[in-house]
């Protein structure tokens, strides 16, 4: 059983930046991989960034360049650094992880680009 606690999301315009961390807690057993998603309304849930436990990166094209994931191997959490925004990143994020024994989800946080 592994707990995923996200940071607040929040408004933003567009070309400007936001930072998501999320950090796991409880039974923290072998990371095979952590990052986010998201989802806007009517849409169904897609893979934003996700990081291995080896440290390896994947980003889904819409974000390449503009957005990085990081992970804190000490600490198993994760952080996106969001920059350049648009309003189509508009989405909630929510925090992924899965290990071994299973998958974690957070509860999510809403995410808003617009002027």
């Known amino acids: 059983q592994v707990q995923l606690v996200e940071s607040e999301g929040g408004l933003v315009r567009p070309g400007g930046p936001l930072r998501l961390s999320c950090a796991a807690s409880g039974y923290i057993w072998s990371m095979h991989v952590m990052g986010w998603y998201r989802q806007a309304p009517g849409e169904e849930r897609d893979m934003v960034a996700t990081?291995?436990?080896?440290?390896?990166?994947t980003y889904v094209d819409s974000v390449k360049g503009r957005f990085t994931i990081s992970l804190d191997f000490t600490t198993t959490s994760v952080v996106l650094q969001m920059d350049s925004l648009k309003p189509e990143d508009t989405a909630v994020y929510c925090c992924?992880?899965?290990?071994?024994?299973?998958?974690?989800w957070g509860q999510g946080t809403q995410v808003t680009v617009s002027s």
């Open positions: 992924y992880r899965r290990s071994v024994v299973g998958e974690s």
């Open positions: 990081v291995t436990g080896g440290g390896n990166p």
